[in-house]
């Protein structure tokens, strides 16, 4: 009996264990996505101010965004804008003699790439600028579109860049493409900057639901075969009521004695 009432518990666990997989896997994930890494740049002549650029991270965001004093040995040489912007006779934005810090930001979700805005826009020596980044997926193309307003920065002792890098190759930007999927900003000061750019790849959170289906189909029919292999070896093998049940033959020296005293039986007389 015990054995009979274990094979409907194991289907029940085996169907409740699929239950979080089924209904998880093969839909849309909601926690892997687009990611982008990159860093940005805030520095200022020793002669605009006392302090330097400096950037607050909340703390939601620690240990994917952290920020490092610019420049120093180990940091790579900053972007130079490779055209002036249109001002006259002014220089295009460089880093050179100036001091701030740089903040890198790796594995960043849609949502957390949006926050960079406030956050880079807080670290500039002008508290009227204002800094917007957002990117929206629209099938196979990531798009990225933002301003930077720095009309009240001098152009002279300011500096800005920002570099994003895509998870896939850039098809189309207005920022100076430093990779096949990395491009870099650097906004002008005393104007406003409009950044785009469009990438093109699968979306990470769909590009493994193929597989999951396979995976889970399979682990279905296993599921089935098992249930069923369970429910025969443990079938209920008892008489049913007017069921005629089929004698077995006995061993050879067992049927001889049998025949021999059913023989005595039927003929007393015999020897």
């Not at 239950?19 to 990159?38: A, E, N, R």
């Not at 006779?89 to 949006?114: E, I, M, R, V, Y």
Request: aromatic share 6%; net charge negative; with cysteine.
């Amino acid at each position: 009996m015990k054995s009979l009432c274990r094979v409907p518990i194991l289907a029940v666990v085996a169907l409740l264990a699929l239950v979080p997989l089924l209904s998880g896997c093969l839909t849309k994930s909601t926690t892997v996505g687009d990611q982008f890494s990159g860093r940005v740049i805030v520095a200022t002549s020793p002669d605009s101010g006392p302090t330097t650029p400096a950037f607050d991270i909340p703390a939601s965001l620690s240990g994917q965004v952290w920020a490092s004093e610019f420049p120093t040995k180990d940091t790579a040489p900053a972007p130079t804008a490779t055209t002036a912007p249109d001002t006259g006779d002014t220089p295009a934005p460089t880093a050179q003699g100036k001091a701030g810090a740089q903040l890198s930001f790796d594995h960043l979700s849609t949502g957390q790439f949006g926050q960079l805005g406030a956050i880079v826009a807080a670290a500039l020596p002008d508290q009227t600028a204002t800094v917007d980044m957002k990117v929206t997926r629209s099938g196979d193309f990531v798009r990225l579109r933002g301003s930077a307003a720095l009309a009240e920065l001098d152009q002279k002792t300011s500096y800005l860049a920002i570099t994003v890098d895509f998870a896939g190759p850039v098809v189309a930007t207005n920022g100076q493409q430093t990779g096949d999927s990395t491009v870099t900003w650097i906004p002008a000061p005393g104007q406003t900057t409009e950044f785009n750019a469009d990438a093109e790849y699968a979306d990470p959170a769909t590009a493994a639901v193929p597989s999951w289906s396979w995976f889970m189909l399979l682990l279905c029919v296993a599921v089935i075969v098992f249930i069923a292999v369970a429910a025969y070896k443990n079938r209920d093998n008892n008489p049913r009521p007017g069921r005629v049940l089929k004698s077995k033959p006995l061993p050879k020296p067992l049927q001889k004695v049998a025949d021999k005293v059913s023989k005595d039986e039927t003929d007393p007389e015999a020897p």
